[in-house]
């Protein structure tokens, strides 16, 4: 069975400074999604970026960026100029794209990030 | 364009009752995912549906059900209730379950069980 990992339950980063949140992941599959999901105080859960296993670029979506290393299963996410909106709990979590999987996805515990003005 | 609705946002229910809660994915989204989110526990997949089947299944016990309607809403509910039901129901929708596009979730139902 899969797994996700989110080492750091918590972080704090300054106001327009740079912050890297970890993941790992277990997998003896080939094939695979990673997402990082945001969920502010309104609990909704927001999709932040999306990496393909298949792709060795990384991901980024403006501010923020993932350092995807595949032989190590990990899936960092860098948010550069952080802004006191991004304080939020983020999500990482897998998805399996083998054929006949159940292709929910599986979450980290995620790691509360505090911005600080 | 709405998003994907929930209600309700919160219930509060006693130990042994039931309770339905629904989810409205958005328009043209075909497929509609449900989680559970306790602190314990974290994000918990309980099911998924497609075009009114059920595609998948989390491991929850058969309390645990859920039905989708020819119109895509679906709602999820839960059985003679206990007090480790007490959590956050997150509902997903996606355009196809298909494992290349990622889900947008509702705001969830906080359901207390007292």
């Known amino acids: 069975a899969q797994t996700v990992t989110q080492s750091q339950p918590e972080m704090s980063v300054q106001e327009a400074e740079t912050v890297t949140l970890s993941c790992t992941y277990d997998?003896?599959?080939?094939?695979?999604?990673l997402f990082w999901y945001k969920q502010p105080p309104s609990r909704q859960m927001i999709l932040v970026i999306r990496?393909?296993?298949?792709?060795?670029q990384n991901a980024t979506e403006n501010r923020f960026s993932v350092n995807f290393q595949k032989a190590a299963k990990s899936f960092s996410l860098k948010i550069s100029d952080s802004q006191l909106g991004d304080a939020a709990m983020y999500f990482c979590?897998?998805?399996?794209?083998?054929?006949?999987?159940?292709?929910?996805?599986?979450f980290g515990k995620g790691t509360k990030l505090s911005v600080k003005p | 364009k709405a998003g994907v609705t929930q209600t309700p946002r919160y219930l509060i229910k006693t130990r042994g009752q039931q309770v339905t809660l629904s989810c409205s994915p958005i328009?043209?989204?075909?497929?509609v995912s449900w989680y559970q989110q306790t602190p314990g526990q974290g994000l918990q997949f309980l099911f998924e549906?497609?075009?009114?089947?059920?595609?998948n299944k989390g491991n929850f016990p058969g309390r645990f059900s859920g039905r989708q309607f020819s119109n895509s809403r679906s709602e999820m509910n839960v059985s003679t209730l206990e007090l480790g039901d007490s959590a956050l129901y997150l509902c997903?929708?996606?355009?196809?379950?298909?494992?290349?596009?990622?889900?947008?979730f509702g705001s969830g139902t906080r359901l207390t069980v007292v």
């Open positions: 549906y497609f075009s009114e089947t059920q595609r």
């Open positions: 990496q393909e296993a298949y792709k060795q």
């Open positions: 328009s043209g989204h075909r497929s």
């Open positions: 997998t003896s599959e080939s094939d695979y999604y």
């Open positions: 997903a929708s996606s355009l196809l379950p298909l494992r290349v596009y990622g889900y947008t």
């Open positions: 979590a897998y998805r399996s794209a083998a054929p006949g999987s159940q292709g929910n996805l599986i």
